[in-house]
């Protein structure tokens, strides 16, 4: 009989992690055991919405009661590294949400940390799961448009607050420290790992970032990180600012023999002296279809988490991060070499 899996969840402050635990509790060979958190009215609506009856107001104690074999980790970015080693120090798997911290110290710890306790660090993108995204990444791989040269993704909405973002969660959105910065860390960052997964390291970064649209508030509403590489860029758009849709083609990859592009649900393969092509997006396989799923099955098969997802993917994410943060604070270029 294959192993049940034991899920604890660690903080409830990131609006992401109510998705998160549907998963869990869809999801076969996995039981939601326990949730800790320390704000009352969300262990009272974990329970309500999820089922989850033992709750915690401390992680440590929850580990230590429930030993669970995976904890999601859903707390501010500032405080995930602290969770994620508590966690890997007890011989836990995480799966934790984007992006990896605030800062790449915090990011080079947790990866140090479960790589020195053998155990899975999943950091989960949403990118990760869109059916369309993951085609993209098999035609690339296929060579459709040949060598990939561009990586251009933006990530916009009219702002946290505006779309219905709970206050726990933008309590520390709109907190430069727990954050790590506003716009720029929080929508960046997806355009950051794209980039990683794709051109990998770059070897510059440039970063700009702005209080554009919201008088007085107070960390930056708009950023954009350009990656320079050896033969390519990524860029990295993020508004918390736009006033619905544009449109456009996003994200969108740019090869030697054409490009490739999400259009809403759908992928475009345009290619010098052809029809541009309409492709449905393939349907995620078993295992990959969210973060649990995904977790859950590099564990029984013993592989590694790879790809947009893995740590290492993530930890160049941060860097990216980081330098474009440094970027815009100085104003200059930031080589990575």
């Keep these: ?14 609006d992401h992690v109510w998705g998160m635990l549907r998963w869990w509790r869809e999801l076969a060979g996995a039981e939601l055991v326990a949730a800790a958190d320390p704000n009352p009215p969300l262990l009272d609506k974990v329970r309500a919405e999820a089922g989850v009856e033992r709750t915690y107001h401390s992680y440590e104690q929850m580990f230590d009661t429930e030993k669970p ?41 947790m990866a140090a940390a479960c790589r020195k306790a053998r155990v899975e660090l999943l950091i989960n993108w949403p990118t990760a799961w869109s059916p369309a995204i993951q085609t993209v990444d098999r035609l690339v791989q296929e060579g459709a448009i040949g060598p990939v040269h561009k990586v251009r993704y933006l990530a916009a909405h009219a702002g946290p607050k505006e779309i219905g973002c709970s206050s726990y969660f933008c309590e520390w959105l709109y907190d430069e420290e727990r954050n790590g910065a506003g716009a720029l860390m929080d929508y960046c960052c997806y355009g950051a790992n794209l980039a990683a997964h794709w051109l990998g390291r770059p070897t510059s970064v440039v970063g ?22 050896p033969h390519a860029l990524g860029i990295a758009e993020a508004s918390w600012t736009q006033q619905a849709g544009d449109g456009s083609a996003n994200p969108s990859f740019y090869g030697s023999t054409g490009t ?16 541009a092509e309409w492709i449905e997006p393939d349907r995620p396989s078993p295992g990959r279809r969210n973060g649990a799923e995904y977790l859950v099955s590099c564990l029984r098969s013993g592989t ?12 160049t994410a941060q860097e990216i991060l980081q330098c474009g943060l440094d970027s815009a604070r100085e104003g200059r270029a930031v080589s990575l070499d």
């Design 1 to 14: 009989m294959e192993k049940t899996f034991r899920v604890a969840v660690a903080g409830l402050i990131h």
């Design 304 to 315: 590694p988490v790879e790809g947009l997802c893995s740590a290492a993917t993530g930890r």
């Design 69 to 109: 074999d995976i904890v999601t980790v859903a707390v501010d970015n500032r405080g995930t590294p602290a969770v994620v080693m508590a966690a890997a120090a007890r011989g836990i798997h995480v799966i934790s949400e984007k992006p990896m911290a605030s800062t790449l110290e915090g990011a080079d710890q």
């Design 260 to 275: 490739l592009s999400v259009v809403g649900n759908r992928v475009r393969l345009a290619r010098p002296g052809r029809d």
């Design 208 to 229: 700009v970032r702005g209080t554009l649209v919201k008088p007085d508030f107070p960390v930056d509403d708009n950023a954009v990180i350009l990656m320079k590489y």
